[in-house]
C-alpha cells in the first residue's frame, strides 16, 4: 500500500463516538459511529450523498463478529431501513468529497468489499446476496484506488475485518520463519504485526500441558480447530490443516 496521512476528526472529542476520517489527497471521506450515534450520523450532510457502508457487530446466534456491507444512492435513507437489525453497533459510510461517486461505482465497490471481507474470513457476513457492475476500465482503475484507500482507513476505525488474517509482509523471508520442536511433533510460523500465525501442516501433541489450567485460552483455541476442522488427528499427533 502506499503511504497515507490520515486526518480524524473527533466530533464530541471522545475517540469512541462520532469521528469523520480523511486521507491526504484523496478524495474520500468515511464518517463513523456507534449505533447510539445514530441520529447524529445520519445528520451529517454527507448521509445524503452515494457511498458504500459497513455495519458491524455481533451475531447473536453465534456470537461471532458480524458485518453487512451495503451501497446506496443516498446513505441516509438506506441506514434508516436497517434498525430493524438488532446485531450491529457501529456504523461505518464512505463517500467522495467531490461527489464523483455514481450509483455504479458504488455497486462496484459493494461487490468487491463483500468479496474481500469473504477471502478475509474475520468475521460473518450478513449480506444475502452477491452485488457489483459493470464499469468502463478507466473507471475500475478509479475504484480500485478508491478501495484500496478504504483498506487503510476501516482498520483506523476499528474494523479490521477486510484485513487478511495472514498479511505477509514483503520485507520478511523464509528467515523470519520460527519453528518448534518437541516430543516429536514440529510446527512452524511467523510474527507478523496482527499477531503470531502457525503455519498449514504444523503439528501439535494429542495431550494438553497442565499449563492449560492457568491458560484457558490455549484450552478453547484448541476445541475451537477440533470443532471447525482445522485440526485434524493423524496417528499420535494433530495437525493443522488450515492457518
Known amino acids: 500500500m502506499k503511504t497515507a496521512t490520515i486526518k480524524l476528526f473527533l466530533i464530541n472529542g471522545d475517540p469512541n463516538r462520532l469521528r469523520t476520517a480523511e486521507i491526504s489527497n ?28 459497513f455495519l458491524y457487530g455481533i451475531d447473536p446466534e453465534t456470537g461471532d463478529p458480524a458485518v453487512y456491507i451495503g451501497e446506496a444512492a443516498v446513505i441516509k435513507q438506506r441506514l434508516k431501513q436497517h434498525l430493524t437489525k438488532d446485531y450491529w453497533n457501529s456504523i461505518v459510510f464512505v463517500v467522495s468529497k ?20 469473504k477471502e478475509a474470513g474475520r ?28 483498506h487503510q482507513l476501516m482498520p483506523i476505525l476499528g474494523a479490521d475485518f477486510l484485513v487478511p488474517k495472514t498479511v505477509f509482509s514483503s520485507k520478511l523471508t523464509k528467515k523470519d520463519d520460527l519453528f518448534c520442536e ?24 494429542l495431550e494438553e500441558r497442565p499449563s492449560t489450567d492457568k491458560f484457558p485460552f490455549a484450552h478453547k483455541l484448541r476445541q475451537e480447530l477440533l470443532a471447525n476442522g482445522k485440526l485434524k488427528q493423524e496417528k499420535d499427533f494433530y495437525y493443522l490443516l488450515k492457518i
Open 26 to 53: 484523496w478524495t474520500g471521506k468515511a464518517i463513523s459511529g456507534p449505533r447510539s450515534d445514530f441520529e447524529d450520523i445520519l445528520g451529517r450532510p454527507e448521509s445524503e450523498q452515494t457511498g458504500v457502508y
Open 98 to 117: 467531490d461527489e464523483n461517486l455514481n450509483k455504479a461505482h458504488a455497486q462496484y465497490l459493494e461487490g468487491r468489499l463483500i468479496q474481500q471481507a
Open 123 to 150: 468475521v460473518k457476513l450478513m449480506n444475502t446476496q452477491e452485488s457489483g457492475s459493470k464499469l468502463s476500465e478507466a473507471d475500475r482503475a478509479d475504484m480500485e484506488i478508491f478501495l484500496e484507500r478504504i
Open 182 to 205: 518437541t516430543k516429536n511433533v514440529k510446527a512452524s510460523g511467523r510474527l507478523l504485526p496482527k499477531g503470531f500465525v502457525v503455519f498449514k501442516e504444523s503439528q501439535a501433541v
